[in-house]
């Protein structure tokens, strides 16, 4: 990002005007030389930057970093994971429509979607994405405008059959969404096996620090909004000097939509110092997500050999049911997320928990210090008994983030815990 450099010392000029880090550019609006500009940048936004409830230089830089990582067309950050979830989706739905969803989704997103989306009239029709693909096309409708899914579920750790939904939503001229969170772009580019939107809550790996909360929407480009079923995007939007997005913008019209459109209205934008602090955890997501599968391996290595452990759930071992999904979508790990079920239920788990040391109690997971949870009384909590089941929860377990301390000290923090209980 350029930025322009006025030197207080006369007869000074600098040589290189391009800083080392992503500048901070904290400012709510922008100056324009004549009325006749600003009515122009009101009618094509993309001619330059309107307002920072919707679009900032900081931000943008950062919306161009993860977009180039995804291979995407376009980006638009929001102020959370649940805020790009909720977008990526009212961008194409309304009241009447209906979406198909894994079951096996982060529990907040389940409440999102069955609950506060049911009250806008929007229906979620949950799928077992495991299920045969002719069980899957029985669950369309006329009105069915989307599919979701996640590539690594949280916390059940089902890996998405990315490839079998994109066929089975294109057959019904409907896109895909992938949350794409736990693998990042680093160990697995949605895009390439046919995913049109994806979708990250930037607060967990791209950020990796716990110090801001964050989503982003990737557009691909790729999905063909022409094809009579998203009359929003090829007919005059009257709430925009009757913009028409795909004969406007193209390829990018999802995304150009969902700014103009969306972000102008719920205003769900990150700061730009959340954005610089986003910046500075993407630049090292490569070396920590190489890390973090390595840490992840042995300790699930280590607690499929432990007595206590009922079961282990994480993909990259040879005895888990998704292993050979994640070798063709995941093949250089499966993040630092693992769960497993622990041996006497709820009670048990929890005196575990409460015992380690080196691992931290708290409701997050993919930062860089090994972190650990219950879900059925944290995050899922809202759910039913049988939702639980659905999302593959179990009484006894637990979701164990691996950080990027020594691998031997976090297995040290387990044998203790578990020698504990």
Not at 334 to 341: C, M
Request: proline share 4%.
């Amino acid at each position: 990002m350029k930025i322009e450099t006025k030197c207080l010392h006369a007869g000074y000029t600098p040589k290189n005007t391009e800083p080392r880090v992503v500048p901070i550019v904290q400012s709510t609006t922008y100056v324009y030389d004549s009325t006749d500009d600003v009515a122009a940048v009101f009618d094509d936004p993309t001619k330059s930057l309107i307002y920072s409830r919707f679009e900032n230089p900081t931000v943008m830089a950062v919306e161009e970093k993860i977009n180039a990582l995804e291979g995407g067309i376009g980006a638009m950050c929001t102020s959370s994971g649940q805020a790009a979830s909720l977008l990526s989706l009212l961008n194409i739905l309304k009241a009447g429509d209906s979406f198909i969803s894994a079951a096996t989704i982060y529990g907040g997103t389940v409440n999102l979607f069955a609950y506060t989306l049911k009250k806008l009239g929007i229906e979620c029709i949950f799928v077992d994405a495991d299920a045969p693909e002719s069980e899957i096309r029985a669950a369309f409708k006329p009105n069915t405008k989307a599919v979701f899914g996640e590539t690594l579920a949280n916390p059940a750790l089902a890996v998405f059959d990315i490839e079998k939904f994109a066929k089975i939503a294109h057959e019904n001229g409907v896109p895909l969404i992938i949350d794409n969170t736990f693998p990042t772009p680093i160990l697995c580019r949605p895009f390439e096996h046919g995913a049109d939107i994806i979708v990250h809550s930037t607060t967990k790996y791209m950020d990796g620090h716990a110090v801001q909360g964050g989503g982003v929407i990737v557009d691909s480009g790729n999905f063909d909004w022409t094809n009579g079923k998203f009359p929003e995007f090829t007919e005059p939007d009257e709430s925009y000097h009757g913009t028409v997005y795909t004969k406007t913008y193209g390829k990018a019209a999802y995304i150009i939509k969902a700014r103009m459109q969306l972000m102008r209205d719920f205003g769900c934008y990150p700061s730009a110092q959340s954005a610089f602090y986003l910046n500075l955890g993407l630049e090292t997501l490569h070396i920590r997500m190489k890390q973090y599968c390595e840490n992840a391996l042995k300790v699930a290595e280590f607690l499929e050999s432990n007595e206590h452990v009922e079961s282990v759930n994480y993909p990259a071992l040879a005895s888990n049911k998704y292993h050979e999904l994640a070798k063709k979508y995941l093949p250089n790990g499966t993040s630092g997320v693992i769960s497993f079920i622990i041996k006497g239920g709820r009670d048990t788990a929890i005196k575990f928990m409460d015992s380690l040391k080196l691992a931290s109690n708290e409701v997050h997971v993919a930062d860089i210090r090994t972190c650990v949870l219950h879900p059925a009384s944290a995050t899922h909590r809202q759910l039913t008994d049988e939702q639980l089941v659905a999302c593959g929860i179990n009484g006894g377990l637990i979701r164990f983030s691996v950080g990027l301390e020594n691998v031997d000290d976090i297995i040290d923090d387990l044998r203790q815990a578990f020698a504990a209980i």
